[in-house]
């Protein structure tokens, strides 16, 4: 249960570009989606929650008209980091959790590089 | 604010030598406490919830305890196939989107 898929794994773009990161809940609907961005070696830093149909709630700190979130569906989440450049290169996570207290699953992350 | 702190970093084991691993937090109203496991380049995979003081619960060598203040994640005669990072996140009851607070994570290596 709670499997979670993101794609595209890897992705390599030219400075300026937008990349578009999927998440899917596959075998569960995902009332509530998270977006991490890890840094190596270090935690999972949350960058925004969003709940399907309602805009996303964003960290401090994170641009939000940088890093676009979508929540169209309840097993689709979309994140796109519009113009971006290389401090934006990162691994990003996506997670998804029916209801409040359903198990969190996790996506195998996104690896973004910015050249 | 929610806090959640583990120790050690990193810790090296030799196959077959136990240890735990230690999650201290604080909250406002602990809903519940997750330890996961990840492996370089890859999403956390989920391991255990707890939900009360007292708790414990076990999955082949790991085993997960809980306490008002702290979380220990017992490794029993690991394998090298136990070496990951290992994170302990928590979720406070009254959070809006009940969202998890993660620790910086302990990495494990296990030596044959």
């Known amino acids: 249960g709670a499997v979670v898929s993101q794609h595209p794994s890897r992705v390599i773009c030219k400075s300026g570009t937008s990349v578009k990161i999927e998440c899917r809940s596959l075998?569960?609907?995902?009332?509530?989606m998270f977006w991490y961005r890890q840094f190596p070696k270090k935690s999972l830093m949350l960058m925004a929650t969003s709940n399907e149909g309602s805009k996303a709630t964003y960290e401090q700190g994170v641009e939000k008209d940088k890093f676009l979130i979508n929540h169209a569906s309840l097993t689709l989440s979309t994140l796109t980091v519009t113009s971006a450049h290389p401090e934006d290169s990162s691994f990003y996570i996506c997670?998804?959790?029916?209801?409040?207290?359903?198990?969190?699953?996790f996506g195998p992350g996104t690896r973004l590089l910015v050249l | 604010e929610d806090q959640v702190t583990q120790s050690p970093e990193a810790l090296r084991l030799q196959e077959g030598e136990s240890s735990s691993l230690n999650c201290s937090y604080t909250?406002?109203?602990?809903?519940?406490l997750f330890w996961y496991r990840q492996d370089p380049g890859k999403g956390p995979e989920f391991l255990f919830t707890l939900y009360s003081a007292g708790e414990e619960k076990e999955k082949e060598r790991l085993k997960a305890t809980l306490t008002k203040k702290e979380s220990f994640l017992h490794i029993t005669a690991p394998k090298p196939e136990d070496s990951a990072t290992y994170l302990c996140a928590v979720q406070a009851r009254e959070t809006s989107g009940s969202r998890l607070t993660f620790g910086e994570g302990t990495q494990l290596t296990v030596n044959p």
């Open positions: 909250v406002s109203g602990l809903r519940g």
């Open positions: 075998d569960f609907q995902a009332t509530t």
């Open positions: 997670s998804a959790r029916e209801g409040l207290a359903g198990v969190t699953g």
